[in-house]
C-alpha cells in the first residue's frame, strides 16, 4: 500500500486488461446463473450468493453499478464521479448555470468517439455487412456469417468504448479496449474467409468487405502505436 505521499499508481494497459478479463468472467458467471434461475421468484437473492454478493442477498435488485468494478482491487473509477457530485452538493445553488454547461460539455465529450473517422469506418462496416446479409437472404444464417457481424459489431462497441475517454489517467485503459477491439476484427477477418466461399460472393464483394475489414483492423492496430507512444512519453520518463 502506497505511503502518503506517494503519487497513486497510474494503471497500464496490462493492469486494465487483467481487470477487464476479471469483470468479463464475473459477467459470464452471472448470465450462466441468470439463465438457469430465469424463473424461480428467489432468483435475485440465489445469484447474489453464488456471486458471492453478502450485501446483496437482502436488498433485492443488484446494483450494477456498484457491483461492475467489484474487482478486489481496491480502485473504482466511479468514486471519481461521487467526489464530484459531494463537492456539487455543498455549493449554495448559485452554480446552476455551471452545472448546465458542464453537463453540455460532458455529454459532447462523451458523443466525441462517434466522430473519430476509425469509429466512423468500424460502424460503416457493420451497416455495409447487415446490408450485404439482406441481399444474400438466408445465407445470413451460416454460423460464419454470424460470427462476422457479430465481432464487427463488438469491435466497433469496444472501439467506442476506448475512443469515449482518452484521459490522461486512462490511456491504459484505452490501449485494452483497443487490442479487444483488434481481437474481435481479427475473429472478423477468420469468418469472412468462410462466408466467402459459404456465400459463394463474387470477386469484388469478396475484396470489397475484405478492404474494409483491412482498413479497420489496420486503423487500430495504428492507433494503438500512437497510444502507446504518448504513453511512453508522459509516464516512462
Known amino acids: 500500500m502506497p505511503e502518503h505521499n506517494e503519487p497513486e499508481k497510474v494503471w497500464d494497459e496490462y493492469d486494465w486488461e ?7 468472467r464475473k459477467t459470464e458467471r452471472y448470465m450462466e446463473l441468470l ?7 428467489e ?34 473509477p466511479a468514486d471519481d464521479d461521487d467526489d464530484e457530485e459531494d463537492e456539487e452538493d455543498e455549493d449554495d445553488g448559485d452554480g446552476d448555470e455551471e452545472d448546465e454547461d458542464e453537463e453540455e460539455a460532458g455529454s459532447d465529450e462523451a458523443e466525441s468517439f462517434e466522430l473519430h473517422p476509425l469509429y466512423q469506418a468500424s460502424f460503416a462496416l457493420t451497416v455495409w455487412v447487415d446490408q450485404l446479409f439482406e441481399e444474400l437472404g438466408e445465407v ?9 457481424a457479430t465481432n464487427s459489431a ?33 475473429n472478423a477477418l477468420d469468418a469472412s474467409l468462410q462466408f466467402g466461399r459459404e456465400a459463394n460472393l463474387s470477386a469484388a464483394k469478396r475484396r470489397q ?12 492496430i495504428e492507433l494503438m502505436g500512437d497510444y502507446r507512444q504518448e504513453w511512453r512519453r508522459r509516464f516512462e520518463k
Open 35 to 41: 439463465e438457469k434461475y430465469i424463473d424461480d421468484p
Open 18 to 24: 487483467r481487470f477487464l478479463q476479471q469483470q468479463d
Open 154 to 186: 463488438v469491435a466497433s462497441a469496444k472501439l467506442a468504448a476506448a475512443l469515449s475517454d482518452d484521459d490522461v489517467d486512462e490511456i491504459g485503459m484505452t490501449i485494452a479496449y483497443l487490442k479487444r477491439a483488434l481481437k474481435a476484427m481479427t
Open 43 to 76: 432468483r435475485d437473492q440465489i445469484i447474489a450468493r453464488e456471486m458471492g454478493w453478502p450485501h446483496m442477498v437482502q436488498t433485492g435488485e443488484p446494483d450494477w453499478a456498484e457491483i461492475s468494478f467489484e474487482a478486489g482491487n481496491g480502485y473504482d
Open 209 to 220: 468487405l475484405e478492404q474494409r475489414l483491412f482498413h479497420v483492423r489496420d486503423g487500430i
Open 140 to 148: 445470413q444464417n451460416h454460423p460464419s456469417a454470424v460470427k462476422l
